[in-house]
């Protein structure tokens, strides 16, 4: 079965910066997007980035300027670099790639990996 492993998340302060990582496994053979989305308590699940398998790239205007989403194809991951995080930062972070099967295509989700922004 197909598994998403994040890494890379835990604590930093204010400005402070953090590298997610998300790895995929088992019977993938043709990803398409892969992207983050991030939860915070009480709120919805919004999406933070996403890459097409083409490279174009779309984000969160809230983590314009500041997120970089990038992939390595070969080893199936995607990276999420953050800088200069805050508060409204901290969240349940989870990696989503979507991949063809056949003619559909479908989403898999990691487990969430969490980032705490505080002082």
């Known amino acids: 079965q197909v598994q998403l492993v994040e890494s890379g998340g835990g604590s930093v302060q204010p400005g402070g910066s953090q590298r997610l990582s998300c790895v995929a496994s088992?019977?993938?053979?043709?990803?398409?997007?892969m992207g983050w989305y991030r939860q915070a308590p009480g709120k919805q699940r919004e999406l933070v980035a996403a890459i097409t398998s083409g490279g174009t790239t779309n984000y969160a205007e809230s983590v314009k300027g500041r997120f970089t989403i990038s992939r390595e194809n070969a080893k199936n991951t995607v990276f999420l670099q953050m800088t200069n995080l805050n508060f409204e930062d901290t969240a349940t972070y989870y990696c989503?790639?979507?991949?063809?099967?056949?003619?559909?295509?479908?989403?898999?989700w990691g487990q969430g990996i969490q980032v705490a922004v505080s002082s």
């Open positions: 088992g019977p993938i053979f043709r990803v398409d997007s």
């Open positions: 989503v790639v979507n991949s063809w099967i056949g003619t559909t295509t479908r989403d898999y």
